[in-house]
């Protein structure tokens, strides 16, 4: 099957920090990549698309200056929370859309801790 | 994005035990996917149901979407400890994935 993966997988930081977040796609070229953030015990939510060669479409309520995204090629979409706080802690989840299907591949996520 | 919502939100079970999870709309969908996710794991796709009325099986699992592509079911026969987890459903509408709350399923061995 398709594989995502993520890099880091788990990162703890200073307030303040800016933590970049890694989603490639090892089987396929995503043109659409999806950032997730998942509170514990709580369902998916849809950050923003990310669109290869374009900006990316954020949810409402979702900060752009906060959560920089970059799809700079097919195969790599990255996530940076700029000058994190404790609040921004979560598991952020990428996905990947395969082309002319409608199966989206889940990358491990990556737990962000921020003291 | 439309919304779907999942019931239950937890469900205890013993082994050997059967389980079902639901999720509803109150507009029709154009499909409806369903996706586990092992404790501290990422979801994994399960499947895509589009008919109205179709019924998919994979092993132990039955997932079922209505008549009216309103609603589906995702039912597990005879459950095992492997089967912990939290099962998703989500509506794909264009490049939008929309999840329901998830149902967390637990099973006492």
């Known amino acids: 099957g398709a594989v995502v993966s993520q890099h880091p997988s788990w990162v703890i930081c200073k307030s303040g920090t800016s933590v970049k977040i890694e989603c490639r796609s090892l089987d396929f070229q995503a043109t659409t990549m999806f950032w997730y953030r998942q509170f514990p015990k709580q369902s998916l939510m849809l950050m923003a698309t990310?669109?290869?060669?374009?900006?990316?479409?954020?949810e409402q309520g979702v900060e752009k200056d906060k959560f920089l995204i970059n799809h700079a090629s097919l195969t790599l979409s990255t996530l940076t929370v700029t000058s994190a706080h404790p609040e921004d802690s979560s598991f952020y989840i990428c996905?990947?859309?395969?082309?002319?299907?409608?199966?989206?591949?889940f990358g491990p996520g990556t737990r962000l801790t921020v003291l | 994005g439309q919304q779907v919502m999942q019931i239950p939100q937890y469900q205890h079970v013993q082994e050997g035990e059967d389980f079902t999870t639901y999720c509803n709309s109150s507009t029709t969908l154009s499909n409806i996917q369903w996706y586990k996710q092992r404790p501290g794991g990422h979801p994994v796709f399960l499947i895509q149901?589009?008919?109205?009325?179709e019924v998919k099986k994979q092993k132990r699992l039955t997932f079922q979407f209505g008549e009216a592509k309103k609603n589906s079911s995702l039912h597990i026969t005879a459950t095992q400890t492997t089967d912990v987890g939290t099962y998703f459903c989500?509506?794909?509408?264009?490049?939008?994935?929309?999840f329901g709350g998830g149902t967390r399923l637990m099973v006492k061995p």
């Open positions: 149901l589009v008919k109205s009325g």
């Open positions: 996905s990947a859309k395969r082309p002319a299907t409608d199966t989206q591949y």
């Open positions: 990310s669109n290869e060669g374009s900006k990316a479409t954020y």
């Open positions: 989500g509506h794909n509408a264009g490049n939008m994935l929309t």
